[in-house]
């Protein structure tokens, strides 16, 4: 039923106050005349399973095109964002970025998507060469000549995880669970590799399929294995919350690490995230002048519709100043010319310096948080600039 | 084998819970009722809504079973009466009300998970294991449902009435009994206990518009095999339930996913009654 709708992209209009909207709308209808426009276009999934995450993107490509805006645009264009509903899945991301490439000719494309979809929309950015950041966490391994990724991949994730449990518990046997998709297999099988690699024993490695709800069986079988620790991959939402659940009403007390579970969720969840582990490139008390004028400015742009800012959010917003840094740099709107360049240029965001040029991956600084009794994060450590490892390496 | 066996019963009972309201409705009408997946989910925002206004989690129960029963009323009313003579078309309206309530569902209370405190937490130690103490508190309510039901079919002259449309219902209209009363009563009582199991299954799930639709398939198939009876339905919930955490624990919990569904299958092919006497 959503890919019935999916298809239908909208402008989102990024104008500051809403007195000046007719005035503005003359201005940029002025400019557009003059320049033209730039048309960043962000196929993101408003329906379907990202649909919990996906507003908070759009609000923080809003930010940073405003921002933009305000300060004379790109190369002296106006910006403008042309967001799309790619369902969450490969049908719809199919006729998202067909519009948005071919019909709305978008300059760039910069958004956060499920793996279904960004491997659905690859062969359009090809055809269309179209420049493409993807700015959502995945699974790895994923190459095309226009794409770029400034988000974490497995590599640059897991291993903090593994590495506090063996340091910190003396953990040597793991036991993990994940949900049966491509990114809860992908995580779990580079976890495994990890694990083994680095003297440890993995005891248990269960999947339960992504719409399953009852986690018994495995969670007895994690019980009569005696592991050190628990490392999870589930999909975000409901899996997640239904085996965090039953995992605390059977009693288990061992470290638990959890690689999908993101700040919000964890708030939300109460007592039973209490102690979970997490890890990510992003998290909303990170200590940067960068970080707090962020989150200063999304507080006032947004006011009470603010959606918490979040490890998929925020590579939205840094994403469109690394596109606009390469345009720059290129000194055109040229796909030939920005691609190369995107590589090159670097953006101080709230994460910190983003620079995209490792095999188009990007190296991050990774956090490792724990869950407070009250729902808070508080951070056990921070590794700078984790490596994330040989992703594209045939790659020009 | 202990923390098996445990497996085992507390999972049959969760499914009696969850599948009971589905039989009530099928036993009397002879229609799936659909949207038994949204009943389940109206009672898991019952129990947030209870808990949201601070009282203590057991109120959500007696809440629940309101909301249920209430807007079972409305359904049968105004959607399932005038079906009766279509069946067909009794499935597929139960089907769209399913998607409409789940629809009004997220325009009221977000597509995000809720939560929904435990009323219990941790495990209790039987024989030497551990085991999650909500989940064998589920076994005493499965017994207890099953008392319930059973003293209100067999005890009642409602009861009585109810089994006799459900024998024959031309005959039992014949002996002037309101079939349609029965069908409205059955109905109500049927939304109330569905949504009282989606109460009950908050603690070990998570609470979002589509929390029903992973139980819709096994309760559908569990009432498939078990005609209208009660007991055969608890036979069915342990010998298929048993299967499916068997086959979760000693071959891979993704087949055991869909144990319940290809037995049932199995199961109507060799056996058309089910576990139902004849």
Not at chain 1, 56 to 69: E, F, G
Not at chain 1, 93 to 113: R, T, Y
Not at chain 2, 174 to 188: D, E, Q
Request: net charge positive; hydrophobic share 50%; aromatic share 8%.
């Amino acid at each position: 039923m959503n890919a019935l709708f999916s298809s239908f992209p909208f402008s989102v209009r990024t104008f500051g106050a809403r007195a000046m909207l007719a005035a503005s709308m003359a201005a940029a209808a002025h400019a557009a005349l003059a320049a033209g426009t730039v048309k960043i276009g962000v196929p993101v999934g408003l329906s379907g399973a990202n649909s919990v995450v996906a507003p908070s993107v759009v609000q923080s490509a809003q930010l940073a095109v405003d921002q933009i805006n305000a300060k004379g645009g790109i190369l002296g264009r106006h910006v403008e964002l042309v967001v799309a509903d790619d369902g969450s899945g490969a049908a719809g991301a199919q006729k998202a970025f067909d519009s948005l490439v071919f019909d709305k000719k978008v300059n760039a494309l910069i958004s956060m998507e499920t793996s279904a979809a960004r491997n659905a929309g690859l062969p359009i950015v090809t055809r269309g060469r179209t420049p493409y950041i993807y700015t959502s966490f995945y699974e790895g391994h994923s190459c095309n000549r226009y794409m770029y990724v400034d988000a974490w991949v497995p590599d640059q994730q897991v291993a903090p995880v593994v590495d506090y449990f063996m340091k910190q518990y003396h953990a040597k046997s793991f036991f993990l669970i994940g949900s049966d998709y491509a990114f809860g297999r992908g995580m779990l099988d580079f976890t495994k590799n990890y694990i083994e690699k680095h003297g440890g024993k993995v005891v248990g490695n269960e999947y339960l399929p992504m719409d399953g709800s009852d986690w018994t069986p495995i969670i007895s079988k994690l019980q009569a294995a005696k592991p050190d620790a628990l490392i999870t991959s589930t999909a975000g939402g409901a899996p997640n919350v239904t085996l965090t659940k039953q995992l605390r009403a059977a009693g288990v007390k061992i470290p638990y690490g959890n690689l999908a579970v993101d700040e919000g969720t964890a708030k939300s969840m109460g007592p039973d995230a209490q102690g979970i582990y997490i890890s990510g490139s992003y998290v909303t008390n990170i200590d940067t002048p960068a970080n707090h004028a962020f989150l200063a400015a999304m507080q006032k742009r947004f006011g009470a519709d603010l959606k918490t800012p979040n490890d998929l959010s925020v590579p939205e917003y840094e994403a469109i100043y690394l596109y606009k840094a390469a345009v720059e740099k290129a000194g055109s709107f040229d796909t030939a010319k920005v691609v190369p360049a995107l590589a090159q240029v670097s953006f101080d965001g709230p994460r910190g310096t983003i620079r995209m040029d490792k095999e188009r991956h990007t190296p991050l600084t990774m956090y490792l948080a724990q869950v407070q009794p009250d729902g808070s994060l508080k951070v056990i450590e921070s590794d700078k600039n984790v490596d994330p490892g040989d992703q594209c390496p045939h790659l020009k | 084998m202990l923390n098996f066996s445990l497996d085992v019963v507390t999972t049959a009972a969760i499914l009696f819970i969850v599948a009971s309201g589905l039989l009530m409705i099928f036993g009397v009408m002879k229609i799936i009722n659909f949207s038994h997946g949204a009943f389940l989910t109206v009672g898991g925002y019952a129990s947030m809504i209870v808990t949201q206004c601070g009282l203590n989690w057991w109120w959500s129960l007696p809440f629940s079973l309101a909301c249920g029963f209430v807007l079972g009323m409305l359904v049968e009313r105004f959607i399932v009466r005038p079906l009766y003579a279509r069946p067909l078309d009794a499935i597929l309206a139960t089907w769209g009300l399913g998607i409409i309530v789940g629809q009004i569902i997220t325009l009221a209370f977000g597509r995000g998970v809720q939560m929904v405190a435990s009323p219990v937490n941790g495990a209790l130690h039987v024989a030497g294991a551990q085991y999650s103490t909500y989940r064998l508190i589920l076994v005493a309510v499965a017994v207890v449902v099953v008392l319930v039901l059973g003293g209100l079919l067999n005890g009642t002259r409602l009861g009585l009435q109810t089994r006799a449309v459900i024998m024959n219902e031309a005959l039992a209209r014949g002996l002037g009994i309101s079939s349609s009363r029965v069908r409205f009563l059955t109905f109500c009582v049927g939304a109330a206990l569905a949504s009282a199991a989606g109460t009950l299954i908050t603690p070990l799930s998570s609470v979002d518009p589509n929390m029903g639709v992973p139980w819709i398939v096994g309760a559908f198939m569990l009432v498939m095999v078990s005609g209208s009876s009660l007991v055969s339905l608890a036979l069915a919930c342990v010998m298929l339930g048993g299967a499916q955490v068997a086959v979760s624990t000693y071959v891979n919990p993704v087949l055991g996913g869909v144990t319940i569904a290809v037995l049932a299958a199995l199961l109507l092919r060799l056996r058309p009654e089910g576990f139902a006497r004849g």
